[in-house]
């Protein structure tokens, strides 16, 4: 093997080593704010759990960051709780880098 063909290896183990954080941060991010949403709802112990895995979850056709923030939106005002887009995107953003921090701890 050649030292460019190492290297190319190197490069995408590294990719392939940031895909997957990456994926692990936004999982944990998106089971941090269901969580939130869920205490915000008045949920606790395994109802608030089932519904921040809720969010989580990937299966539940949740796709970016707009969709989960429309969801908990409309959530919170079926219950009839002031909380707008920009509050959750705000919760959102704060829960990214609580996430980061937990991964890297």
């Known amino acids: 093997m050649t030292g460019f063909e190492e290297r190319e290896q190197g490069f995408e ?3 392939e080593r940031q895909q997957e954080l990456t994926f692990k941060a936004k999982a944990r ?4 704010l269901g969580l939130w949403a869920a205490a ?3 949920l606790a112990g395994a109802a608030a ?3 921040a895995r809720g969010i989580a ?15 908990i939106v409309s959530d919170l005002q079926a219950k009839g709780i002031a909380l707008d887009a ?3 995107t705000l919760e959102l953003a704060h829960f990214a880098a609580q996430a980061e921090k937990q991964l890297k701890s």
């Open 13 to 15: 183990k590294n990719f």
């Open 29 to 32: 991010r998106n089971h941090l």
């Open 49 to 51: 759990e089932a519904y």
């Open 86 to 88: 920009t509050r959750v």
């Open 57 to 71: 979850d990937p299966s539940q056709h949740l796709h970016g960051d707009g969709e989960i923030v429309a969801k």
């Open 40 to 42: 915000q709802l008045g």
